[in-house]
């Protein structure tokens, strides 16, 4: 979403891996998911290709989110 509103279209990974594993901060990384990954997406060829790509966003959030709560 970020990326499309920054102006690009055709956004898509292109590679993910644990690049964190066996680092000191490893857990640190791990209790968070967190994964190092390459991206690749284009500028529009038009103004209306970007608009496509923007009306084609979904930013709708499912009425039974819960985030957990600490303490």
């Known amino acids: ?21 066996g680092a000191p901060q490893s857990s640190s990384a791990d209790s968070f998911g967190t994964l190092g990954i390459n991206f690749r997406a284009r500028k529009p060829r038009n103004e209306a290709e970007w608009g496509a790509a923007l009306a084609a966003l979904n930013c709708a959030v499912p009425a039974q989110l819960r985030y957990p709560v600490s303490g």
Not at 7 to 18: K, M, N, S
Request: glycine letters at 4%; aromatic letters at 20%.
């Open 1 to 21: 979403m970020a990326v499309t509103l920054a102006g690009f279209v055709d956004f898509e990974i292109t590679w993910r891996a644990d690049v964190f594993s």
